[in-house]
């Protein structure tokens, strides 16, 4: 995955919708990358289908920041689900197991800022 996003590259500054770096990030997941380079944020977009989900919890170096654009997403830390709605902002460490689905009927949109870079 890091040598599809070639965080080596300097950054553009300006990153026009056309120009994201796109990865499908699982069935129904797809993952836009809205800036790169020489980083410490590392902030995407995630468009995630009815039914789309993370796979198994997961746990890793540094924090995360998530704001619901659109739709909403159930996510679980340390088996402790929250549903968030679009408008709903959310933070957390991201050495605690986490897990996430939509589980509703329409498309989720979420801004998805982690640091340091994972991806």
Do not use: C
């Not at 040598?3 to 080596?8: E, R």
């Not at 836009?32 to 902030?43: D, F, I, R, S, Y």
């Not at 460490?93 to 870079?117: D, F, M």
């Amino acid at each position: 995955i890091l040598d599809f996003f070639d965080p080596a590259q300097s950054n553009p500054y300006r990153v026009r919708p056309n120009e994201r770096k796109r990865l499908d990030a699982g069935p129904g997941v797809l993952m836009e990358l809205l800036a790169w380079g020489n980083t410490v944020m590392e902030p995407h977009l995630f468009t995630i289908a009815p039914g789309a989900d993370s796979g198994d919890s997961y746990a890793h170096e540094g924090e995360e920041f998530l704001y619901v654009l659109r739709g909403a997403l159930n996510i679980a830390l340390e088996g402790q689900w929250y549903v968030l709605h679009s408008g709903d902002s959310f933070y957390f460490e991201s050495n605690t197991q986490h897990v996430w689905r939509n589980t509703g009927k329409t498309e989720t949109v979420v801004l998805w800022v982690n640091t340091p870079p994972t991806f």
